[in-house]
């Protein structure tokens, strides 16, 4: 681009091609006309490669429909949208855009979302950017898998920095986010934070009942959150309704570290010192532990049975060279009440030989 374009009385360019738009430093403007769109990548534009241009005064900044592959580089998009209805997004993501990277875009004061990444786009990268200060989330994943936001500054949101609704395998790693939470909800599934610095604020688990009756009332599964820190005024992790939680090696500096509301979470290398039962649930304290099953001639023992043994419920199954390698939950704070106690003690299983065993005796070889 030789110079910035617009006001545009409603769009303002469309990409039909593979082709590299470079803005060369220039902006593109439009007149806040509804509907309108800043730059467009159609189906057909997959694999272009857009960078260093602005994006304002559109109701969609950037909006990729249906593309692949496409490229964002050095792209700010901000001031989009109708702020007084709370209509408009940044970077739009929409039919199905999949595999595209978002790499150093700047996305801020957007009257709704900041990046919007809808239904089935699966597997972008939003990397290295700035997303803060949207009308309502900075980010919002939306029925779709395997994308992934890294390396990023997330600041203060209308509502959450990071929302992820009924999404699955949706990565965030590295990344800085301040003044408003990480929203898991949902039917949102093997949801990973890993290495993130949370500051005046925490991460949210919540169980939400859908307008669409087939899908009906979910909670999130399987979410781990590894290393980093949370720093807030409120609970580090909270969590209504959520299943299989683990919550690794992360520093909890808040007022409460842990709330738990018909929920259950695993703390490896957490102290669990400030639980809030804001319901039913448990807090599980474990440490991760490998141990071989071996027979009293010191020959391994294949797909060994570790079950609980007050309940009778499988934990593990070692594997062909009889080793297990996994948690073992060695206390535990119950709710409602708070009350802390030992975890029940093991039973090891195979072929009719039994062993019960505490948790600390699970390590090295373990004889049947």
Do not use: W
């Given at each position: ?121 699966h597997e972008n ?55 408003a939470p990480v ?186």
């Open positions: 681009m030789p110079a910035d374009l617009g006001p545009c009385p409603e769009h303002g360019l469309r990409v039909r091609r593979a082709v590299l738009l470079d803005g060369d430093g220039h902006v593109v403007r439009g007149s806040g006309a509804p509907g309108s769109r800043g730059i467009q990548v159609d189906g057909q534009g997959s694999g272009a490669r857009i960078r260093d241009v602005a994006v304002t005064g559109f109701e969609r900044g950037l909006r990729l429909v249906k593309v692949e592959r496409v490229r964002l580089e050095g792209v700010a998009a901000h001031d989009n949208g109708d702020v007084r209805r709370k209509v408009g997004y940044g970077i739009d993501l929409a039919g199905g855009a999949s595999r595209n990277v978002l790499e150093r875009v700047q996305v801020f004061r957007n009257a709704d979302e900041g990046i919007h990444v809808g239904s089935a786009a990268r939003i990397v290295d950017s700035e997303v803060h200060d949207n009308g309502r989330e900075n980010v919002y994943l939306l029925r779709n898998h395997g994308n992934v936001l890294a390396r990023s500054t997330i600041g203060s949101a209308g509502s959450a920095a990071v929302y992820v609704k009924h999404a699955a395998r949706t990565l965030l790693e590295g990344n800085t986010i301040t003044g929203h898991v909800r949902g039917d949102s599934r093997d949801t990973r934070l890993v290495d993130n610095v949370l500051r005046d604020t925490g991460v949210v688990l919540q169980r939400y009942r859908d307008k669409d009756a087939k899908i009906g009332l979910r909670a999130p599964a399987a979410t781990r959150i590894e290393g980093g820190r949370i720093a807030g005024p409120g609970a580090c992790v909270r969590l209504e309704g959520a299943t299989a939680t683990v919550v690794e090696n992360v520093v909890l500096s808040c007022p409460e570290q842990i709330s738990v509301d018909e929920a259950v979470v695993v703390l490896v290398g957490v102290p669990p010192d400030k639980v809030r039962c804001a319901g039913t649930g448990r807090v599980e304290s474990a440490r991760r532990v490998q141990a071989r099953f071996v027979d009293a001639d010191g020959r391994p023992l294949a797909r060994v049975e570790l079950r609980g043994a007050d309940d009778g419920v499988v934990l593990g199954v070692g594997d062909a060279n009889g080793i297990y390698a996994g948690l073992v939950v060695e206390s535990l704070v119950e709710c409602p009440g708070g009350r802390s106690r030992a975890a029940q003690p093991l039973m090891v299983r195979f072929e009719g030989r039994e062993r019960k065993l505490t948790p600390a005796e699970l390590h090295g070889d373990v004889r049947l």
